[in-house]
């Protein structure tokens, strides 16, 4: 098939790329130059594993192709994907300009019927506006399909490869059909590919992302209340997840989520229910109990330490939200930051990945080290927030030699504190109890 796909950032560029390796002729429309230059030297703006791979060897056997001009790509193509950003405006809405403009440009671009499939994240019902967008501008036949993306970054394109389930939102089985002949190729162990309604395909999206926000709040509410009863959060896990009704995916206890998906999502479906005055309690819990446990970390460092940290220096190990990814947005490192240069630390950070993307949020208000035992020589505790495998298993004996007290705050509950009590390490987790 003839795929367009305007934008190409997480989402549209791994679509893209996915989509190319399945054997389609695939154009990814960018405004920047610089980065469409870049893309065609096989260079990637973003850290996501395999897919440097994959997007070299697809422009390499001329099936992947990177331009600036929309019109090109339209006209080339039957099917486009709009996967442009919606971030969140201060009241929590999703920013719709750029979505509105890709749109527009489609439309005066179109030389012919085209399938317009809306990748980016949006309020329940911009399929009716979109339909709006475009009429103005085009007198060709054109279909408005949702098909909401759930990858995870850092296993983006396996999510997009073996997708659990695929949704496409549209009235028509026509569209459907040829909707699901594009996918076919990433669903042949019969993983569904789900016909439904645009609103509620829109909706899926956010009610897929506020759930699973909700269990990571509810399990970071639990780890509170067992810090302060004396209870371990891990063992009550291992207890929750035996449970077939619950399940074992996301239920670690940490220091909060963050991301792209989830904070905006969560607030995008808080706004839209504002709109026609339907009260969401739970998933607004879930959003305050995340904010606070963003600065958990904190509170324990204040609580050994003393509220001034004046003097103090602090390893930090990990600053993107999550392993496997640069992306700094909403990540809990920002706020653990923010928090300990109030209180007069000093803080030297390390993550395999995201230092310059951190630079661009933060600039040098940090020192970033080259090594994990860089940062931690000379500091006064180890405070880790990103579980990336390496820091899993450190050498225990070298890093107490290089720590000032050998103390960690282990926002993620990667280590073992009996195991870490024995080598004479004071360690605190999230929800572990008691100190040990």
Same mark, same amino acid.
């Given at each position: 098939?003839?795929?367009?796909?305007?934008?190409?950032?997480?989402?549209?560029?791994?679509?893209?790329?996915?989509?190319?390796?399945?054997?389609?002729?695939?154009?990814?429309?960018?405004?920047?130059? $610089?980065?469409?230059?870049?893309?065609?030297?096989?260079?990637? *703006?973003?850290?996501?594993?395999?897919?440097?791979?994959?997007?070299?060897?697809?422009?390499?056997?001329?099936?992947?192709?990177?331009?600036?001009?929309?019109?090109?790509?339209?006209?080339?193509?039957?099917?486009?994907? @709009?996967?442009?950003?919606?971030?969140?405006?201060?009241?929590?809405?999703?920013?719709?300009?750029?979505?509105?403009?890709?749109?527009?440009?489609?439309?005066? $671009?179109?030389?012919?019927?085209?399938?317009?499939?809306?990748?980016?994240?949006?309020?329940?019902?911009?399929?009716?506006?979109?339909?709006?967008?475009?009429?103005?501008?085009?007198?060709? *036949?054109?279909?408005?399909?949702?098909?909401?993306?759930?990858?995870?970054?850092? $296993?983006?394109?396996?999510?997009?490869?073996?997708?659990?389930?695929?949704?496409?939102?549209?009235?028509?089985? %026509?569209?459907?059909?040829?909707?699901?002949?594009?996918?076919?190729?990433?669903?042949?162990? !019969?993983?569904?590919? @789900?016909?439904?309604?645009?609103?509620?395909?829109?909706?899926?999206?956010?009610?897929?992302?506020?759930?699973?926000?909700?269990?990571? $709040?509810?399990?970071?509410?639990?780890?509170?209340?067992?810090?302060?009863?004396? !209870?371990?959060? +891990?063992?009550?896990?291992?207890?929750?997840?035996?449970?077939?009704?619950?399940?074992?995916?996301?239920?670690?206890? !940490?220091?909060?989520?963050?991301?792209?998906?989830?904070?905006?999502?969560?607030?995008?479906?808080?706004?839209?229910?504002?709109?026609?005055?339907?009260?969401?309690?739970?998933?607004?819990?879930?959003?305050?109990?995340?904010?606070?446990?963003? %600065?958990? #970390?904190?509170?324990?460092?204040?609580?050994?330490?003393? /509220?001034?940290?004046?003097?103090?220096?602090?390893? #930090?190990?990990?600053?993107?939200?999550?392993?496997?990814?640069?992306?700094?947005?909403?990540?809990?490192?920002?706020?653990? &930051?923010? +928090?300990?240069?109030?209180?007069?630390?000093?803080?030297?950070?390390?993550?395999?990945?995201?230092?310059?993307?951190?630079?661009?949020?933060?600039?040098?208000? &940090?020192?970033?080290?080259?090594?994990?035992?860089?940062?931690?020589?000379?500091?006064?505790?180890?405070?880790?927030?990103?579980?990336? /495998?390496?820091?899993? /298993?450190?050498?225990?004996?070298? @890093?107490?030699?290089? #720590?000032?007290?050998?103390?960690?705050?282990?926002?993620?509950?990667?280590?073992?504190?009996?195991?870490?009590?024995?080598?004479?390490?004071?360690?605190?987790?999230?929800?572990?109890?008691?100190?040990?």
């Amino acid at each position: 098939m003839k795929v367009a796909v305007i934008g190409t950032g997480y989402v549209g560029l791994v679509a893209g790329a996915c989509f190319a390796d399945s054997g389609n002729n695939v154009s990814c429309v960018d405004n920047d130059q $610089s980065k469409i230059d870049a893309l065609k030297q096989g260079v990637i *703006p973003i850290f996501e594993p395999g897919l440097d791979t994959l997007v070299k060897r697809n422009v390499a056997e001329g099936r992947l192709h990177f331009t600036t001009s929309t019109a090109e790509a339209v006209i080339a193509s039957d099917i486009i994907f @709009l996967a442009v950003g919606t971030p969140p405006l201060p009241n929590g809405e999703p920013d719709m300009k750029y979505l509105k403009s890709a749109a527009e440009e489609v439309a005066r $671009s179109m030389n012919g019927h085209k399938i317009i499939v809306n990748k980016s994240t949006v309020p329940i019902g911009t399929h009716k506006v979109m339909m709006e967008w475009i009429t103005p501008y085009t007198h060709f *036949p054109f279909e408005i399909v949702s098909n909401p993306e759930f990858l995870k970054e850092g $296993s983006a394109l396996e999510d997009f490869l073996k997708p659990d389930r695929v949704v496409i939102g549209t009235h028509k089985e %026509a569209v459907y059909k040829t909707m699901a002949e594009l996918y076919a190729p990433f669903v042949r162990q !019969g993983n569904p590919v @789900l016909w439904m309604d645009p609103l509620s395909a829109e909706m899926t999206k956010y009610a897929c992302n506020a759930f699973l926000a909700t269990r990571i $709040s509810f399990m970071n509410e639990l780890a509170v209340l067992c810090d302060k009863l004396g !209870g371990d959060i +891990e063992q009550v896990r291992r207890g929750m997840i035996t449970d077939t009704r619950i399940g074992k995916h996301f239920l670690y206890a !940490g220091v909060g989520y963050g991301g792209s998906c989830f904070p905006k999502d969560v607030q995008a479906l808080m706004s839209t229910a504002r709109k026609v005055d339907i009260p969401m309690g739970i998933v607004t819990a879930a959003e305050t109990a995340n904010a606070r446990q963003k %600065a958990i #970390l904190v509170s324990k460092i204040k609580a050994h330490f003393g /509220n001034s940290l004046k003097n103090r220096s602090f390893a #930090l190990w990990g600053l993107a939200f999550k392993p496997n990814t640069d992306d700094m947005r909403e990540a809990p490192a920002l706020i653990i &930051i923010e +928090e300990l240069l109030k209180a007069g630390a000093k803080v030297r950070a390390y993550d395999p990945v995201a230092e310059e993307t951190t630079k661009k949020v933060i600039g040098e208000k &940090i020192t970033y080290c080259s090594s994990a035992y860089d940062a931690a020589n000379g500091a006064d505790a180890l405070v880790l927030v990103t579980e990336w /495998n390496e820091f899993r /298993n450190p050498d225990f004996d070298h @890093l107490k030699a290089l #720590l000032k007290t050998p103390i960690i705050f282990d926002g993620r509950n990667v280590y073992n504190p009996a195991h870490l009590q024995k080598q004479g390490y004071t360690y605190y987790g999230i929800g572990r109890g008691a100190r040990l």
